[in-house]
């Protein structure tokens, strides 16, 4: 009898705690922050789209330019929103260059291009001035006819 009611104890433990709980007595998960990359990690990955681009245009793989392009309007969207107070540039030097570039790309102009290319790269640094950090220059990139890419696991050709 000791061990019917003991295996009846056992078993009601097992069912009960099977049960599934009401909501009333579930806690909130904790909300999580959003995360939000530092602004430096956000301008690295733009540097880093600015020389991709570079590149496209200069072997006229104009859809790689076009999404690399792209990609530096969203990082620059993403760094008004994530950080709008910060610094005193709204980042709008940027805007007019990124339509030019946009504009030579369509036309798959590559004089227009270098210009375009130029035009957004002082707006780089323009920002860069307007926000205290005017000791990052940022330029086109340097090869000699001799040099590649370093980016030796991409093919910026497109074929």
């Known amino acids: ?3 019917i009611r003991h295996f009846a104890l056992i078993a009601a433990s097992c069912v009960a705690a099977s049960l599934p709980v009401r909501a009333d007595d579930q806690k909130p998960a904790p909300v999580q922050p959003a995360f939000t990359p530092r602004l430096n990690d956000m301008m690295v990955a733009t540097q880093l789209r600015h020389f991709k681009l570079w590149y496209a245009g200069l072997v006229q793989n104009w859809p790689l330019a076009n999404y690399e392009l792209t990609q530096i309007r969203v990082a620059i969207a993403d760094v008004k929103r994530s950080y709008a107070n910060n610094g005193g540039s709204n980042m709008s030097v940027m805007t007019q260059a990124a339509d030019d570039l946009d504009d030579a790309i369509k036309a798959k102009d590559s004089a227009k291009f270098v210009t375009a290319y130029a035009k957004l790269t002082a707006g780089c640094n323009a920002c ?16 000699s006819p001799l040099e590649t890419s370093p980016f030796t696991d991409e093919s910026f050709s497109g074929k």
Do not use: A, D, V, Y
């Open 1 to 3: 009898m000791i061990r």
């Open 128 to 143: 860069h001035e307007q926000t205290g950090f005017g000791f990052i220059k940022i330029r086109e990139p340097r090869l």
